[in-house]
């Protein structure tokens, strides 16, 4: 279980949708068990849980980016208004 | 001043007279030649010569005039152009110059054949081979740009980006997009973000767009250019591609995984609208919810449909059903006994007394063996009863555990054995088994006693 649950959080975006499809079909099939059914609503919850809480990962900035010369790139906030 | 009848000029008063003369008679000219000697200073100015088979003509190109070079025009000894700008003279060496202010390659068509060769080439070597291209992200959330910092193009991508995906991660490689040197910058702008940005950094650029607005063949050269073409190519990072307008067609174009048609559009294709996946994820949710609803309903019509059997109403009824068998079989078999009796008395006479006793130990027997039968057919019957009603029970309790799904606020709690498999009875359990109680905030490992 506790395996189970480190991979969920080790997989991409796209690799726990495609999962939570899968659940999703097998559930709507219908043809499992109550035990089965029950894991399978709890993990599809999980990923739709991890899913959302992706799409707010990331912060919203804009930034410039520029070579520094030294091999890595110098970073600093874009403001469009003052180009 | 006159001297003895000579006008005598000073050299610097010449040297303008000569100045305005030419200034004046030839002005602003448009000439064609070969460049040589070219040569360009720490000021940027670049010094050069145009020249033809029979004269030369200094000529200089200040750094301030570099955007009227045009697209495809190659600043190197050798090349032809066509030249517009000031016949001026440098009065401290007294030389006349062309201050150039535009200049362009030599050969009307020529950048369309230029750009038609050059596809040709890169076709041949497979840089535009469908095989090549990478899918894009399904979600991208870092996304580098490669185009200018100024005018309405980052702009307008900006804009779209946020309206699609409100909290994006955007980086943008400022970069010049026409005129000398601009296909070097958009081609180190890709290569910038390849080699600092790749999947292993701090920051692992999803997706790259680049591109420029609209403008003529010439504007949009900077992006037919080789270097562009093989940059992009060569990207590990997925590129969307928008030059110019739906029409124009670039070398960069085809190079990239994707073609967007303008700058916008390609925002609004790199990214999937915030709101679609949040409705796709809600809508998955409702599909999860809704199958464990129906599955625990239809648990829940077996139960009923058991519960209100007849025999689960009035258990007695199979019993008595069975009994009234056994009864209508013993008087069968009595009858028969009887027959056979009779039959023998009739035949024999001298045995009846006899037949007697056989009959009575005959009928003792049978008897005997039909209330065996029929304990028996009773006990089996009860005990199935039993565990159908055990079952029922059972059922019941998982189902009141399980509906409505927010049970575990109502403090239930899901007992799991060391398998993960739900406990439905103590039959399950030992001493010593270790279960995992499951309630609304959390769940407690213990071990029954």
Same mark, same amino acid.
């Given at each position: 279980?506790?395996?189970?649950?480190?991979?969920?959080?080790?997989?991409?975006?796209?690799?726990?949708?495609?999962?939570?499809?899968?659940?999703?079909?097998? %559930?709507?099939?219908?043809?499992?068990?109550?035990?089965? %059914?029950?894991?399978?609503?709890?993990?599809?919850?999980?990923?739709?849980?991890?899913?959302?809480?992706?799409?707010?990962?990331?912060?919203?900035?804009?930034?410039?980016?520029?070579?520094?010369?030294?091999?890595?790139?110098?970073?600093?906030?874009?403001?469009?208004?003052?180009? | *001043?006159?001297?003895?009848?000579?006008?005598?000029?000073?050299?610097?008063?010449?040297?303008?007279?000569?100045?305005?003369?030419?200034?004046?008679?030839?002005?602003?000219?448009?000439?064609?030649?070969?460049?040589?000697?070219?040569? !360009?200073?720490?000021?940027?100015?670049?010094?050069?010569?145009?020249?033809?088979?029979?004269?030369?003509?200094?000529? !200089?190109?200040?750094?301030?005039?570099?955007?009227?070079? &045009?697209?495809?025009?190659?600043?190197?000894?050798?090349?032809? !152009?066509?030249?517009?700008?000031?016949?001026?003279?440098?009065?401290?060496?007294?030389?006349?110059?062309?201050?150039?202010?535009?200049?362009? +390659?030599?050969?009307?068509?020529?950048?369309?054949? $230029?750009?038609?060769?050059?596809?040709?080439?890169?076709?041949?070597?497979?840089?535009?081979?469908?095989?090549?291209?990478?899918?894009?992200?399904?979600?991208?959330?870092?996304?580098?740009?490669?185009?200018? +910092?100024?005018?309405?193009?980052?702009?307008?991508?900006? /804009?779209?980006?946020?309206?699609?995906?409100?909290?994006?991660?955007?980086?943008?490689?400022?970069?010049?997009?026409?005129?000398?040197?601009?296909?070097?910058?958009?081609?180190?702008?890709?290569?910038?973000?390849?080699?600092?940005?790749?999947?292993?950094?701090?920051?692992? &650029?999803?997706?790259?767009?680049?591109?420029?607005?609209?403008?003529?063949?010439?504007?949009?050269?900077?992006?037919?250019?080789?270097? !562009?073409?093989?940059?992009?190519?060569?990207?590990?990072? +997925?590129?969307?591609?928008?030059?110019?307008?739906?029409?124009?067609?670039?070398?960069?174009?085809? &190079?990239?995984?994707?073609? &967007?048609?303008?700058?916008?559009?390609?925002?609004?294709?790199?990214? /999937?609208?915030?709101?679609?996946?949040?409705?796709?994820?809600?809508?998955? *949710?409702?599909?999860?919810?809704?199958?464990?609803?129906?599955?625990? /309903?239809? #648990?829940?019509?077996?139960?009923?449909?058991?519960?209100?059997?007849?025999?689960?109403?009035?258990? =007695? #009824?199979?019993?008595?059903?069975?009994?009234?068998?056994?009864? /209508?079989?013993? *008087?069968?078999?009595?009858?028969?006994?009887?027959?056979?009796?009779?039959?023998?008395?009739?035949?024999?006479?001298?045995?009846?007394?006899?037949?007697?006793?056989?009959?009575?130990?005959?009928?003792?027997?049978?008897?005997? =063996?039909?209330?065996?039968?029929? $304990?028996?057919?009773? $006990?089996?019957?009860?005990?199935?009863?039993?565990?159908?009603?055990?079952?029922?029970?059972?059922?019941?309790?998982?189902?009141?555990?399980?509906?409505?799904?927010?049970?575990?606020?109502?403090?239930?709690?899901?007992?799991?054995?060391?398998?993960?498999?739900?406990?439905?009875?103590?039959?399950?359990?030992?001493?010593?088994?270790?279960?995992?109680?499951?309630?609304?905030?959390?769940?407690?490992?213990?071990?029954?006693?």
């Amino acid at each position: 279980m506790a395996k189970n649950t480190e991979e969920q959080q080790t997989l991409s975006f796209e690799a726990a949708l495609k999962r939570l499809e899968e659940i999703v079909e097998r %559930m709507e099939a219908g043809e499992v068990d109550l035990d089965t %059914m029950i894991a399978l609503f709890e993990e599809g919850q999980r990923l739709v849980k991890q899913c959302n809480s992706t799409l707010n990962d990331v912060e919203k900035r804009i930034e410039k980016i520029m070579d520094d010369g030294k091999g890595g790139v110098s970073v600093e906030p874009l403001d469009l208004d003052a180009e | *001043m006159e001297i003895a009848g000579r006008r005598v000029y000073s050299i610097s008063e010449l040297t303008r007279l000569i100045k305005q003369t030419l200034e004046d008679e030839v002005g602003r000219v448009w000439v064609e030649g070969e460049i040589s000697n070219f040569k !360009v200073y720490s000021s940027g100015h670049a010094y050069f010569s145009l020249k033809d088979a029979g004269a030369q003509l200094n000529a !200089v190109l200040f750094a301030g005039s570099r955007s009227g070079v &045009a697209a495809g025009t190659r600043l190197e000894d050798g090349q032809r !152009v066509r030249a517009y700008g000031e016949i001026t003279v440098f009065e401290g060496r007294g030389q006349y110059q062309l201050i150039v202010r535009k200049i362009e +390659p030599l050969g009307a068509g020529d950048l369309m054949q $230029r750009f038609l060769e050059l596809k040709r080439k890169l076709e041949a070597e497979g840089l535009f081979d469908v095989a090549r291209k990478q899918p894009l992200p399904v979600l991208p959330q870092r996304i580098g740009i490669v185009t200018s +910092p100024t005018g309405a193009v980052i702009h307008d991508m900006v /804009t779209v980006l946020g309206r699609r995906f409100p909290n994006l991660h955007i980086r943008l490689a400022p970069v010049r997009v026409q005129g000398a040197g601009a296909a070097q910058e958009i081609a180190a702008a890709v290569r910038l973000f390849n080699r600092t940005c790749g999947p292993d950094s701090a920051w692992p &650029a999803d997706l790259l767009i680049v591109g420029r607005g609209g403008g003529s063949l010439e504007d949009l050269w900077a992006f037919n250019e080789e270097c !562009v073409a093989r940059a992009v190519a060569e990207s590990a990072i +997925p590129v969307i591609s928008a030059v110019g307008h739906d029409t124009d067609v670039s070398l960069c174009d085809f &190079a990239a995984d994707l073609r &967007a048609p303008t700058p916008s559009a390609a925002a609004e294709m790199a990214v /999937t609208t915030k709101q679609e996946w949040e409705q796709l994820l809600a809508q998955h *949710m409702r599909a999860l919810r809704q199958a464990l609803l129906r599955q625990v /309903t239809a #648990l829940r019509m077996r139960v009923v449909t058991a519960r209100s059997s007849r025999f689960f109403q009035q258990p =007695r #009824l199979l019993v008595e059903r069975r009994a009234q068998q056994v009864d /209508t079989l013993s *008087m069968r078999m009595g009858h028969a006994a009887a027959l056979r009796v009779r039959e023998g008395r009739q035949r024999t006479e001298h045995a009846h007394g006899r037949l007697r006793v056989v009959r009575e130990r005959l009928m003792h027997l049978t008897r005997a =063996r039909i209330d065996d039968n029929a $304990r028996r057919l009773e $006990r089996a019957c009860r005990l199935r009863l039993e565990r159908l009603q055990a079952d029922v029970a059972g059922n019941a309790r998982q189902l009141d555990l399980l509906s409505p799904l927010a049970v575990l606020d109502r403090g239930y709690s899901l007992t799991r054995g060391p398998d993960g498999r739900l406990v439905r009875s103590v039959r399950d359990l030992s001493s010593g088994t270790e279960i995992s109680t499951q309630l609304k905030d959390g769940s407690v490992a213990s071990i029954v006693r």
